[in-house]
């Protein structure tokens, strides 16, 4: 039976960055595509991640592979299949190369065991896929032990790593300890900040690429206001009825339209936020690093102070059954909403922990999407971040970020201008201070959110992405045709 398995990548035209970036720049761009188009000839360039679902690497493969199609490079996507023991080491690996024990189980020999059972079968089927000369870019932890196969192949192998930490303590070092020895044969790697590279990856074998997002895509294309409040009504995140003309559409990724159908299961004492509630909202996994139990903490700090603006606090996730590479999923819900039974009933009422559908991939976009531009303050109160693809999707539609001031946030807001960092992530007084301040101010949220829009739209999309994938492919196959000329 397939371990593999391969994720259908549509076709985008380059072209439709047009509206969105400067013309001189879309010029080069067209340039630079069809020399890559030209050097990648006869090549496949493949992805392989752990999830067609969920978290940062899965919501950015499909637009970009796509547009790679598009210029006529073969590009596909392999999603590797693994079991529970499986996701639960590569788990911890995570957690340790973002610096933190995880569920504290040893990376030892039997760890070693797990994680290398479940690659080789992944291997055995994706050697016979690869051919000589073919790019294969692995995507993080779960993925580094296929790299000898692959080399042994013919491969080119890029690693890359879209996690880390900015200063690396004794967890971090276990994690790269582990990684070692399927890393070290690896001749390029790319990582998301310069901090995060560990020194024997170093050695001029890394380069910084940071995340982008799909401006284009169910989860970040504008929303008329109608359409917002419609889908909020018809998922249970606002309370009716939705306007007259209700449109609850969206266009899919293949241009066709799309409908919100499915209700999110929400946890709350009383009724939805009324449309004019002005909502603060963290989207996220459901994982402790993300600390969606300090952001509900922090914000019954605000209830409990004089702040007179009544905001009400969304916190929204994949439901927690339909998300198979991250195990610990149900155990942070479960652990949020037996905090918020405990909270008082004037504090509960005004916190909603919402699961969200992920049935259809590009419907649960679309739900993420009316509800990060309805809110008034987008959170990602984050204990450790790669990069924070959530506070990118927010800045894109204006909205202004409250954020901790760690990993790759501080390369997206800059503080007091295009949103507020946390310095510690931990301080929840802070936190509270800083949402009363925004919620009081209506002319600053303004001002942040439009300056917000600007930093995403001129550093973190798609198409300065590709620029950046394509010059490293260049240096890969220059190397490759320099090594033969010898
Ligand atoms: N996300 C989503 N549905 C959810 C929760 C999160 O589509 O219910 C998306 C979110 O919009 C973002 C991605 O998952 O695009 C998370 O990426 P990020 O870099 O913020 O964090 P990661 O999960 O990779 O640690």
């Known amino acids: 039976m397939a371990v593999l398995h391969e994720v259908r990548v549509g076709v985008r035209p380059l072209e439709q960055f047009s509206p969105v970036v400067p013309k001189r720049h879309m010029r080069e761009a067209l340039k630079t595509a069809l020399r890559a188009r030209n050097r990648l000839a006869k ?33 596909r996507w392999l999603v590797i299949e693994g ?9 911890r690996i995570h957690h340790a190369l973002h610096g933190s024990a995880g569920d504290g189980s040893p990376l030892d ?49 890029v690693w890359r790593c879209h996690v880390g930490i900015d200063e690396p303590n ?24 310069q901090a995060y590279v560990p020194t024997f990856c170093d050695h001029g074998k890394a380069v910084v690429i940071q995340p982008s997002i799909d401006v284009f895509s169910p989860k970040n294309q504008e929303l008329p206001e109608k359409a917002i409040h419609t889908i909020l009504v018809h998922t249970g995140l606002v309370d009716g009825p939705p306007p007259d003309d209700a449109d609850h559409g969206f266009l899919r990724d293949d241009g066709s339209p799309g409908r919100v159908g499915r209700r999110a299961e929400v ?14 909202v963290q989207i996220s996994r459901w994982d402790p690093l993300k600390d969606m139990k300090g952001v509900m903490l922090g914000f019954a700090k605000l209830c409990e102070s004089e702040c007179p603006v009544r905001a009400e606090l969304v916190l929204a996730g994949p439901n ?48 993420v999407n009316a509800l990060q531009r ?53 301080d929840l007084d802070a936190f509270e201070a800083d949402l009363c301040e925004l919620l009081c101010d209506a002319e600053k949220l303004e001002r942040m959110g439009t300056a917000a829009r ?28 320099g090594n033969a000329s010898r």
């Open 170 to 193: 004794e967890e971090a070092q276990r994690g790269w300890e582990f990684l070692r020895p399927y890393l070290e044969p690896v001749p390029r790697f790319v990582f998301s900040r």
């Open 267 to 280: 946890v709350r004492l009383g009724r939805p936020p009324a449309w004019e509630t002005p909502l603060v």
């Open 320 to 367: 927690v059954k339909g998300v198979t590479d991250d195990p610990e999923g149900a155990d942070v819900f479960e652990e949020v909403v037996a905090t918020w039974r405990t909270l008082p009933d004037a504090i509960r009422g005004r916190i909603h922990l919402a699961s969200l559908p992920t049935d259809d991939v590009q419907e649960n976009a679309a739900i």
């Open 454 to 481: 600007k930093r995403a739209q001129e550093n973190f999309l798609g198409l300065d992405h590709l620029l950046k994938y394509s010059a490293l492919l260049k240096e890969i196959t220059e190397t490759e045709e």
């Open 374 to 426: 309805h809110a008034a303050i987008v959170v990602q109160k984050s204990l450790r971040e790669g990069f924070g693809l959530t506070v990118t999707e927010a800045m894109w539609k204006g909205r202004p970020v409250v954020a901790s001031g760690i990993g790759g946030i501080q390369d997206q807001i800059e503080h007091g201008k295009s949103g507020l960092l946390l310095k510690d992530p931990h």
């Open 109 to 157: 020999e039997g760890a070693r065991e797990i994680y290398e059972a479940t690659l080789r079968r992944n291997a055995t089927e994706l050697v016979e896929m690869v051919r000589e000369g073919d790019v294969v870019l692995l995507h993080d932890p779960q993925t580094a032990g296929l790299s000898q196969p692959l080399l042994n192949a013919g491969a080119h192998v």
């Open 83 to 91: 079991n529970p023991e499986f996701f639960r080491v590569t788990k």
């Open 43 to 75: 090549r496949v360039v493949w992805n392989v991640n752990s999830t067609a679902v969920g978290g940062g690497v899965a919501e950015m493969l499909p637009s970009l592979c796509a547009y790679a199609r598009s210029i006529g490079i073969d590009t």
